[in-house]
């Protein structure tokens, strides 16, 4: 691997074409490292590390054994904690995923991990995603968050509410917290558990959400969600000793 690279730094010089050919060659060599060793091995070694303490999954527990379907919600900072939920739970789920660049890679991390995905966001695509979403609905559970691809953090998006309407599926809000996790400086101040970390875990559900909204009726039930959601992060953030996200309020 060191070798590889060494090579690819001797291509930085020279002629555009050899940048060019540089640049893609790092690309490559990123998005393979992105994928196959932190997105595989990596990560899956972090998080058998975790333990998680289920406090109140017994909604998605309870849909899967009455063979309900549903859609998850749970915000874009909690995403990776999802895949310790997965793991015990395994729902058969399909997430949203973006249509841009990181997006495939994405896509192919969490098929690491079981979990499928469509490809769509709130922002392009969004239409032909939610399509996906209502047909992906026919088959199993989907889950989506609500606040992505590129926030603001904890604002939910309608999307969630149009899925939720036209399907005709509850919705089940999760989300977890730690006392000890890494807390990046992205829009969404996203969260890794550390090695060995104990996540609570919370849901809130089953919601159902009528169909045939109108604009001010989805509007009502978007800000009804978003409180649901921003509860009950906060408060499992008030439980393990986390700061409380002023976001959050």
Request: charged content about 25%.
């Amino acid at each position: 691997m060191a070798a590889a690279i060494q090579s690819l730094s001797l291509m930085s010089t020279g002629s555009p074409s050899l940048q060019a050919r540089f640049k893609r060659s790092r690309r490559r060599l990123l998005e393979w490292l992105a994928i196959h060793v932190f997105g595989g091995f990596v990560l899956r070694l972090l998080v058998s590390t975790w333990r998680l303490d289920s406090v109140n999954l017994e909604p998605v527990a309870e849909a899967m054994a009455a063979g309900q379907r549903f859609i998850l919600a749970f915000w874009h900072n909690r995403q990776i904690g999802f895949i310790k939920i997965q793991q015990r739970y395994r729902v058969p789920v399909k997430v949203m995923v973006s249509r841009h660049g990181d997006g495939e890679i994405i896509a192919r991390i969490v098929a690491k991990h079981g979990i499928g995905s469509v490809r769509g966001s709130s922002t392009r695509g969004g239409s032909a995603a939610l399509k996906e979403l209502v047909e992906a609905t026919a088959e199993g559970h989907v889950a989506i968050t609500p606040d992505g691809p590129v926030g603001p953090r904890y604002q939910l998006k309608q999307g969630a509410v149009l899925l939720a309407s036209r399907s005709g599926l509850p919705v089940i809000c999760i989300s977890w917290s730690t006392d000890r996790a890494w807390c990046f400086r992205s829009w969404d101040r996203f969260l890794l558990p550390k090695p060995f970390a104990r996540l609570r875990a919370d849901a809130d559900g089953p919601i159902e959400v009528p169909p045939g909204l109108d604009a001010d009726g989805t509007e009502k039930t978007r800000r009804e969600l978003e409180q649901r959601m921003k509860k009950l992060t906060a408060k499992l953030d008030g439980e393990v000793g986390r700061q409380i996200d002023p976001a959050l309020h």
